[in-house]
Each structure stands twice: as C-alpha cells, then as structure tokens.
C-alpha cells in the first residue's frame, strides 16, 4: 500500500484512451442497469466520477447526475464533455474528501465505480454515502476483487488490492444498508509486471437504504 496520493491531474487528458478502460466502464454501466432499474425521476451521483465515462453512459437513463471527483483535470474534462455534448442533466463538483470535505445533496442513486480502492478509510464513506440517499435509494459500487496488488503496475495511490465481497458486504451493512448483494460486472485481461497476462474480476455491490 502507498499512502502517496496519486497525481489524477496529470492523466486526465489521455484518460479516455485506453480501450480496456471504456469497455469497463460500459460492461458496469449494463451490470448498473440489468440490477437496479433506472428512471427519469432518479437524482444520482457518480463518486470517483474522473473524465466522467460512467456519468455519461449513465446520464440517458436517470433524471439528473452529478460526478464528484477530487481531481480537476478530470472534472475538467467532464465539464468539456457536457458542454459539447449538451447535457443539461450533467453536472459536476470538485470535492476531496481526504481534505475533510464532507459530500451533500440527497440522491436516489450512488454509484462509484474503480474509485474505492483509491479510498483509505472506507466505513466513513459509507456512512456518508447512506446519508445523503432518499428512503429507498440504493447504493452502487463496482470495483476489483482481491487482485494480490497485480492489476496496478504503479500503486500510488492504491489503498486496497481489491476487495473480499463478503467483507465489504459486511461493511455496506454496518453501514445501514439493507437487500445487500453482488455480482460479477466484468472482467479485464491485461498484463502485469511479471509479463504474464491475468484476468481480473470487477464486482458490482449494491445496497439499498430502507
């Protein structure tokens, strides 16, 4: 584990690039979608939301969105996206909450995607997630399985090497959250600094606030 914080700014501009990533996104935008049914009425917020791939795929299905992210750059590039674009459901906001910044609003949706492991303290989160849900919104998370700290070649940054579902699910719990369950959203093949190619497994948790 590396406490350094990783420098987002400085790849956001190429970070749409990588085909595996885009892939990944769309698989868990269609996992999103296949276990949770979207509406035109759901407020919803996208945390970790980078150049906002998982906003904008999910922004056609649900009434409004708001990608969070700690990173300007990335917030930069959504807000390039959405102006191009134009999609007046699409906002987003800058908050880090490693500085203490505290996340607000009221959501009938939270979805997080590749962005917990970057997380050191992920109880906190959680409660503030459940905080923030209307009565009956769910709580969205996709991230690693336990990927023996192979799936980043640089772990600046990466607090987690993937996640023990039934941990989390135990954390999700403690949380308030009820109706918890998981699934697998996608898999990514790629090589690792052994030179080997391994296949790693991404999950999709969800809980819902009764």
């Known amino acids: 584990m590396n406490i350094e914080k990783r420098d987002f700014d400085k790849e956001a ?18 996992a999103i979608s296949e276990s949770i049914v979207l509406t035109s009425d759901m407020e919803t917020l996208d945390f970790g939301c980078g150049t906002g791939l998982l906003t904008t795929r ?9 990608g969070i992210d700690s990173s300007q750059g990335m917030v ?11 999609m007046p459901n699409v906002k987003s906001l800058l908050v880090d909450i490693d500085k203490g910044e505290k996340l607000t609003g009221r959501y009938h949706l939270v979805v997080s995607s590749m962005a917990l492991h970057h997380i050191m303290e992920i109880k906190p989160l959680l409660d503030q997630f459940y905080n923030i849900l209307l009565p009956g919104g769910y709580l969205s998370i996709s991230d690693l399985d336990l990927d023996g700290g192979k799936f980043h070649a640089d772990s600046t940054g990466v607090f987690h090497s993937g996640f023990d579902r039934a941990e989390l699910s135990c954390l999700f719990k403690a949380a308030g959250f009820d109706n918890v369950h998981d699934t ?14 391994v296949r790693f497994t991404v999950f999709l948790m969800i809980g819902q606030k009764i």
């Open 13 to 30: 501009a190429s970070w749409d690039e990588e085909p595996t990533r885009v892939k990944l996104v769309n698989d868990i935008a269609n």
């Open 58 to 66: 999910l922004q056609p299905m649900v009434g409004s969105i708001t």
């Open 76 to 86: 930069d590039i959504l807000n390039r996206k959405v102006a191009t674009l134009n």
């Open 184 to 197: 697998t959203a996608a898999e990514v093949v790629k090589p690792v600094l052994t030179g080997e190619r």
